[in-house]
């Protein structure tokens, strides 16, 4: 069985290749709006699986798709940043305090139509960062196209003095929870 990747995240090719299975990258335009006043799990499942269900209709062959949604949810629910003065806010709203990292996993068999989503949870716990941090963080131009402004799996990596849950879950892909469900959900054999 195809198993299709439905995300333009370079992240995402790279922590599923870890799983050690062949897989093919299809990416499709989804509307990413969303109802303010829904629920973070509730918005990341139902972007998760927009993004899966809009690349499910490009296929023919018989294919296992997957989409995920990454946001940080402090104060305020995360997502990208739109500019330079929004990832500095972001970064400052989150300094000095816990956040949580969500992401919704969706997977879809488009032989049988089976679906099954899933929103994950890693708890961050970020130092009290200065100024002269935030603004220098800004500079190694890590925060665009990430979520809360910040890579953990880079130079980010220096604000974040512990975390609680999967790791791969903040770099946007689940991975343990992933293989949990490919096997038991769609048979997959990872091993
Ligand atoms: C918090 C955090 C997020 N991120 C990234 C993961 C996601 O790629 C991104 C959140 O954006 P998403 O909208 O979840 O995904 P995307 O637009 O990159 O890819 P696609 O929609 O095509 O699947 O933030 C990190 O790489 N490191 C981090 O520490």
Same mark, same amino acid.
């Given at each position: 069985?195809?198993?299709?990747?439905?995300?333009?995240?370079?992240?995402?090719?790279?922590?599923?290749?870890?799983?050690?299975?062949?897989? &093919?990258?299809?990416?499709?335009?989804? &509307? %990413?709006?969303?109802?303010?006043?829904? &629920?973070?799990?509730?918005?990341?499942?139902?972007?998760?699986?927009?993004?899966?269900?809009?690349?499910?209709?490009?296929?023919?062959?018989?294919?296992?798709?997957?989409?995920?949604?990454?946001?940080?949810?402090?104060? *305020?629910?995360?997502?990208?940043?739109?500019?330079?003065?929004?990832?500095?806010?972001?970064?400052?709203?989150?300094?000095?305090?816990?956040?949580?990292?969500?992401?919704?996993?969706?997977?879809?068999?488009?032989?049988?139509?089976?679906?099954?989503?899933?929103? %994950?949870?890693?708890?961050?716990?970020?130092?009290?960062?200065?100024? *002269?941090? @935030?603004?220098?963080?800004?500079?190694?131009? %890590?925060? @665009?196209?990430?979520?809360?402004?910040?890579?953990?799996?880079?130079?980010?990596?220096?604000?974040?003095?512990?975390?609680?849950?999967?790791?791969? *879950?903040?770099?946007?892909?689940?991975?343990?929870?992933?293989?949990?469900?490919?096997?038991?959900?769609? *048979?997959?054999?990872?091993?």
């Amino acid at each position: 069985m195809k198993i299709v990747l439905a995300s333009a995240s370079p992240r995402r090719k790279q922590l599923l290749e870890t799983m050690g299975i062949s897989f &093919d990258v299809i990416v499709s335009d989804v &509307d %990413e709006t969303i109802k303010d006043h829904s &629920d973070p799990e509730s918005i990341v499942k139902e972007l998760a699986h927009r993004k899966a269900f809009a690349v499910m209709d490009k296929i023919k062959a018989p294919a296992i798709i997957i989409g995920a949604d990454t946001i940080v949810v402090g104060d *305020n629910i995360l997502g990208k940043p739109r500019d330079d003065e929004d990832a500095k806010s972001m970064l400052k709203s989150l300094s000095g305090k816990t956040h949580r990292v969500m992401t919704g996993v969706s997977i879809i068999d488009n032989v049988n139509d089976y679906r099954v989503t899933h929103c %994950e949870i890693t708890k961050v716990f970020f130092k009290e960062l200065s100024m *002269n941090e @935030i603004d220098g963080y800004i500079k190694t131009r %890590e925060h @665009i196209d990430k979520a809360g402004a910040y890579a953990i799996q880079g130079k980010a990596a220096l604000f974040v003095k512990k975390i609680e849950g999967d790791y791969n *879950n903040v770099v946007g892909l689940p991975i343990y929870i992933l293989g949990e469900l490919l096997h038991k959900h769609f *048979n997959l054999h990872l091993f």
